[in-house]
Nanobody, 129 residues
Framework: QVQLVESGGGLVQAGGSLRLSCAAS????????MGWFRQAPGKEREFVATISRNGLNTHYAASVKGRFTISRDNTKNTVYLQMNSLEPEDTAVYYC??????????????????????WGQGTQVTVSS
């Protein structure tokens, strides 16, 4: 089993930046695809970004492409989400997720929440206008 802990959320003005971190513990002997999702009040959870186990393949939701960057440091079992040019519409609870049980290649990515087996508790990001 994998435990995921997010950090780095907070309150920021529109146009500002934040960097979220997701630290994994537990079954971390080999890396796996990971992703970020978010859920705004009254809305369903939505995909934000994903990264392959080797960090060389990434994919973003259209709403964040060009503003957000996902990366990972496998030596630290940590995935990051750098968020720039933040907008009030980015306000949400951000969740980290890991596909620690599925079959995947070095370049596999996951965009569907049902493909992820492990989830963090979430971190709040609030962007003021």
């Amino acid at each position: 089993q994998v435990q995921l802990v997010e950090s780095g959320g907070g309150l920021v003005q529109a146009g500002g930046s934040l960097r979220l971190s997701c630290a994994a513990s537990g079954r971390t002997s080999s890396p796996y695809p990971m992703g970020w999702f978010r859920q705004a009040p009254g809305k369903e959870r939505e995909f934000v970004a994903t990264i392959s186990r080797n960090g060389l393949n990434t994919h973003y939701a259209a709403s964040v492409k060009g503003r957000f960057t996902i990366s990972r440091d496998n030596t630290k079992n940590t995935v990051y989400l750098q968020m720039n040019s933040l907008e009030p519409e980015d306000t949400a609870v951000y969740y980290c997720a890991a596909d620690s049980r599925g079959s995947h290649t070095y370049y596999s990515i996951r965009t569907r929440s049902l493909d992820y087996h492990d989830w963090g508790q979430g971190t709040q990001v609030t962007v003021s206008s």
